[in-house]
């Protein structure tokens, strides 16, 4: 942990951008339960909960394009203040909600909320590379993905407990006000925030297609970027099977309730270890980098094989585990190399691509995940037994693509 704890004390400005994180991704995740018991509470509609999810789903997949240009154009650091801000007056105006019963308003806020999410998120992941160093990029993205998977349990946590014993309008505020905090530490940042000048002026459609060229002409960062995309096939199903398992086939609590918080804690314990483990392991190197992501594509197929097959809860955990494991390397690496080699001029929309990619490989196997319960007859074990296929094949073209191209990634250049 040494590594983690010297680039959090020697370096003021990467210091404050993760602390910025840290309370952002809490306030991501912080109004989760109040949300969906507010939606409860207005339509008792196990629908209008799923049109929540969808509301946070869809801005990220619609917005992130235009976000990666805007994150290339004008300037960074203002960007993701303005988000923030943005964001903490919106999630005020939840309390409105209460006021007026209106269910509608709650969807449009949260579609506003995650749409300004969508600004964040490349952006942020645009930025790091102007903070450090490229030999701490890795340690970096490593306390980033267990920055974000701490907080995915401890923010929705925390939301819960403070809708629970305060109310939802205590919430709403407290989340808000994470917003704010993470505004007050961006803005701390003195360094600068990007390389050179800002993307040449033009419509935001062209930018964006130049951004699609330059992947095009750089077939090995172009893989980099279909990773998580890659990825999501598999795990994005989960999303539905998890649940399921839970609830039939390993039923503790009400509904499986007890089941499914375990398989939650698994995946924010083995996401965010993953990236420290594999990287102590091998260390910060391009080709270490490429080796983790070997390592992350075999366990993510080890531990999608193991849950469907597993006899037992404390079996299903574990192998939740390994899965996860494997899924925050990859998630951690990939963009690591990402951040190694692509132009800063070029860095936001690149990282728009992924995540726009990441988000509708998500719910295409998601989507996946009900039809074969629905449409196909097949039960949890048989749907997620199928869907482990897809990983070993994506384990088989990753092995395929990292020899062809091995002795050629010391030598790559943005």
Same mark, same amino acid.
């Given at each position: 942990?040494?590594?983690?704890?010297?680039?959090?004390?020697?370096?003021?400005?990467?210091?404050?951008?993760?602390?910025?994180?840290?309370?952002?991704?809490?306030?991501?995740?912080?109004?989760?339960?109040?949300?969906?018991?507010?939606?409860?509470?207005?339509?008792?509609?196990?629908?209008?909960? +799923?049109?929540?999810?969808?509301?946070?789903?869809?801005?990220l997949f619609f917005? &992130?394009?235009?976000?990666?240009?805007?994150?290339?154009?004008?300037?960074?650091?203002?960007?993701?203040?303005?988000?923030?801000?943005?964001?903490?007056?919106?999630?005020?105006?939840?309390?409105? %909600?209460?006021?007026?019963?209106?269910?509608?308003?709650?969807?449009?806020?949260? $579609?506003?909320?995650?749409?300004?999410?969508?600004?964040?998120?490349? &952006?942020? +992941?645009?930025?790091?590379?102007?903070?450090?160093?490229?030999?701490?990029?890795?340690?970096?993205?490593?306390?980033?993905?267990?920055?974000?998977?701490?907080?995915?349990?401890?923010?929705?946590?925390?939301?819960?407990?403070?809708?629970?014993?305060?109310?939802?309008t205590t919430a709403?505020?407290?989340?808000?006000?994470?917003? %704010?905090?993470?505004?007050?530490?961006?803005?701390?940042?003195?360094?600068?925030?990007?390389?050179?000048?800002?993307?040449?002026?033009?419509?935001?459609?062209?930018?964006?297609?130049?951004?699609?060229?330059?992947?095009?002409?750089?077939?090995?960062?172009?893989?980099?970027?279909?990773?998580?995309?890659?990825?999501?096939?598999?795990?994005?199903?989960?999303?539905?099977?998890?649940?399921?398992?839970?609830?039939?086939?390993?039923?503790?609590?009400?509904?499986?309730?007890?089941?499914?918080?375990?398989?939650?804690?698994?995946?924010?314990?083995?996401?965010?270890?993953?990236?420290?483990?594999?990287?102590?392991?091998?260390?910060? +190197?391009?080709?270490?980098?490429?080796w983790a992501l070997?390592?992350?594509?075999?366990?993510?197929?080890?531990?999608?094989?193991?849950?469907?097959?597993?006899?037992?809860?404390?079996?299903?955990?574990?192998?939740?585990?390994?899965?996860?494991?494997?899924?925050?390397?990859?998630?951690?690496?990939?963009?690591?190399?990402?951040?190694?080699?692509?132009?800063?001029?070029?860095?936001?929309?690149?990282?728009?691509?992924?995540?726009?990619?990441?988000?509708?490989?998500? +719910?295409?196997?998601?989507?996946?995940?009900?039809?074969?319960?629905?449409?196909?007859?097949?039960? $949890?074990?048989?749907?997620?037994?199928?869907?482990?296929?897809?990983?070993?094949?994506?384990?088989?073209?990753?092995?395929?693509?990292?020899?062809?191209?091995?002795?050629?990634?010391?030598?790559?250049?943005?």
């Open positions: 942990m040494g590594s983690y704890v010297r680039l959090l004390r020697e370096n003021h400005d990467f210091r404050n951008l993760w602390l910025a994180t840290m309370v952002s991704y809490a306030g991501d995740w912080f109004n989760l339960l109040a949300s969906a018991a507010l939606v409860a509470h207005l339509t008792d509609s196990g629908l209008a909960i +799923s049109a929540l999810f969808l509301a946070r789903f869809l801005p917005f &992130t394009p235009i976000a990666g240009v805007l994150a290339d154009r004008f300037d960074r650091k203002r960007l993701l203040i303005a988000a923030d801000l943005l964001r903490a007056f919106t999630v005020l105006a939840f309390i409105l %909600v209460q006021v007026t019963q209106q269910v509608w308003l709650l969807y449009v806020l949260t $579609v506003i909320q995650f749409a300004l999410s969508a600004l964040f998120a490349p &952006t942020h +992941s645009a930025v790091i590379p102007n903070l450090v160093d490229k030999k701490e990029l890795v340690t970096a993205n490593a306390l980033d993905g267990f920055t974000w998977s701490t907080m995915l349990a401890l923010g929705a946590l925390a939301g819960g407990v403070v809708a629970t014993l305060f109310g939802l709403f505020v407290l989340d808000a006000l994470t917003f %704010v905090w993470s505004a007050w530490f961006i803005s701390r940042i003195a360094g600068p925030t990007r390389q050179g000048d800002v993307a040449t002026t033009g419509a935001a459609l062209l930018q964006f297609v130049d951004g699609l060229r330059y992947l095009h002409s750089r077939p090995f960062i172009l893989t980099m970027s279909l990773i998580k995309g890659g990825a999501a096939l598999c795990w994005g199903a989960l999303n539905v099977l998890e649940v399921g398992l839970a609830e039939q086939i390993f039923p503790i609590g009400e509904k499986g309730a007890i089941s499914l918080s375990i398989f939650y804690a698994m995946n924010g314990i083995g996401s965010g270890l993953g990236p420290l483990l594999v990287r102590r392991w091998l260390g910060d +190197s391009r080709q270490a980098a490429l070997t390592v992350g594509f075999a366990l993510l197929t080890v531990g999608m094989f193991w849950l469907s097959l597993a006899a037992t809860l404390p079996e299903a955990a574990v192998a939740t585990l390994v899965r996860t494991l494997g899924g925050g390397a990859l998630w951690v690496f990939s963009a690591a190399l990402l951040q190694m080699l692509v132009a800063d001029a070029y860095r936001g929309r690149v990282f728009a691509f992924e995540f726009t990619l990441f988000t509708l490989s998500q +719910s295409l196997s998601t989507l996946w995940a009900g039809l074969a319960q629905d449409a196909l007859g097949l039960d $949890v074990r048989g749907a997620l037994y199928y869907t482990s296929y897809a990983s070993l094949a994506l384990l088989g073209a990753w092995l395929i693509f990292q020899f062809r191209h091995q002795r050629r990634t010391t030598a790559l250049e943005p």
